[in-house]
């Protein structure tokens, strides 16, 4: 077990008889946050191109990292008072938090219990995806690239390539269907590799999902000619199969970022009677979906973040450490959130990158 800070009192005040009431995460242009994307560490044990350089970053100081009970008590208010419905668990690396399992588990028992998700490099998933799947985890998605050995250790500086498919394994045999793969394709690296990937998956029992590169890198080395977009994409994997638009999949889609194909004639690969194979396409970049984003982002430090590409934040952890009740933790939230902006604005001439790079931010 980690060794934990004390957590912040509760003034004796800020009981009241029953539940507290709902208040929805409202923006000006009326898009209301439901789903918590929550980083639990900047650390990560791989050192992918497009997202740091060779040699690390400077990580976030132990101090400034909130505890486990922390962290839990944010999500508790952003789901008992503030209408979270979907909490994500990312990083940096998740995994790397030993103690993921007692927070899974103990986001599972909030009432109302929200569904529990993990993004992940699959690095030392394979001895716990089972004990996360019991915990409470209903959702995972694996960040994978390549299937080259020699590939995947230029992408990320480390020759981990088979750690990472044995923790796709071991998720889908702890019952995490669908497993998510995110894969990014780079121009020149793993560009030739869309279609093999998509083989793969449909062997594999996985819906793989293809991403495209967005401007979070640390050096801030993204150029959009470099950028490989979802039109590219699809016409690579068009060359070899049958995408087709499904309506279901188009009304069913709400505010889920992945644009979904079936792969004609590839029914009984997903075990659903009759069913294709899906391939997500999302279009970050190319195609923002920006207008029915239902996102929120808490950062492993406390930070608050209303959008991705967000220049400001809002210091949840030092309102929290300095004995703020629940009820002033969700009207800042709601503050925060009320000044989301319309979109990312990556088109824009005056666009800047965020000052932290994903690693930092969270996924």
Not at 42 to 71: F, H, I, K, S
Not at 236 to 265: C, K, M, N, Q, W
Not at 332 to 361: C, E, N, Y
């Amino acid at each position: 077990m980690t060794t934990l800070l004390p957590v912040p009192r509760i003034r004796a005040a800020d009981p009241v008889p029953g539940p507290a009431p709902m208040r929805p995460l409202g923006d000006a242009y009326g898009r209301v946050a439901t789903d918590l994307r929550v980083s639990l560490t900047d650390r990560c044990n791989l050192r992918c191109q497009y997202c740091m350089p060779a040699e690390g970053l400077d990580w976030l100081p132990r101090a400034d990292v909130l505890t486990d009970e922390e962290t839990l008590r944010l999500i508790r208010v952003g789901v008992t008072r503030l209408g979270i419905t979907t909490v994500r668990l990312t990083g940096g690396e998740p995994l790397l938090r030993r103690d993921l399992e007692w927070l899974v588990a103990a986001i599972a028992d909030l009432d109302p219990a929200p569904a529990i998700a993990l993004t992940t490099n699959g690095i030392g998933l394979a001895e716990r995806a089972a004990t996360l799947a019991a915990a409470g985890l209903t959702r995972i998605n694996i960040s994978l690239d390549t299937l080259d050995p020699q590939t995947f250790k230029q992408i990320t500086r480390r020759p981990r390539l088979a750690d990472v498919l044995a923790g796709v394994e071991a998720s889908v045999a702890a019952g995490l269907v669908p497993v998510k793969i995110n894969t990014v394709l780079l121009r020149g690296v793993n560009d030739h590799e869309a279609y093999p990937l998509l083989e793969w998956a449909l062997r594999t029992g996985v819906q793989l999902r293809f991403i495209e590169q967005m401007p979070l890198d640390a050096q801030h080395a993204w150029s959009r000619q470099e950028m490989i977009t979802a039109d590219e994409i699809r016409e690579r994997l068009s060359a070899h199969v049958t995408l087709v638009e499904d309506e279901g999949d188009r009304a069913r889609r709400g505010s889920a970022p992945a644009e979904l194909f079936r792969v004609r004639g590839t029914e009984h690969m997903d075990g659903v009677e009759g069913d294709d194979h899906r391939v997500g396409i999302i279009a970050s970049v190319s195609k923002p979906f920006c207008g029915s984003c239902d996102r929120v982002r808490l950062t492993a430090d406390g930070q608050l973040r209303n959008c991705l590409f967000a220049r400001t934040e809002s210091d949840l952890r030092a309102t929290l450490r300095a004995g703020a009740t629940d009820e002033e933790l969700a009207e800042q939230w709601v503050r925060a959130v009320a000044t989301k902006r319309p979109g990312h604005g990556i088109d824009d001439p005056s666009f800047l990158q965020p000052d932290r790079p994903m690693s930092a931010i969270g996924g």
